[in-house]
C-alpha cells in the first residue's frame, strides 16, 4: 500500500527523489504520511483539493482487501 501512494505521488511532482511517504500504524487503520518538496505541495494538493481527494480514494479502494482504514495526510 505504501508503495502505492509512492508511485501515485512521484508520477505528480517535479522532484520525485524528495518524497517521502511513512506509514503509521494502528490495530486497525494506517496512516500515510506524505512529504513533498515546497514547490511541488500545490501539485499534490490541486484545486480545492481534488487531486489529494482522488489519491485518497484510490487508496482507500486498494485498502478494501485488507480491511483496514487507511488515511492520506499531507505534510509539509
Known sequence: MQRLVEIL???????????QVTAVESP?????EVRV???????V????????????TVVKAAAVKDGRRVMVEFMS
Open 37 to 43: 518538496a515546497d514547490s511541488d505541495m500545490g501539485k
Open 28 to 32: 486497525r487503520s494506517v496512516t500515510f
Open 9 to 19: 505521488v512521484k508520477g505528480l511532482v517535479e522532484h520525485p527523489d524528495q518524497v
Open 45 to 56: 494538493i490541486g484545486r480545492q483539493g481534488r487531486v489529494a481527494r482522488a489519491i485518497r
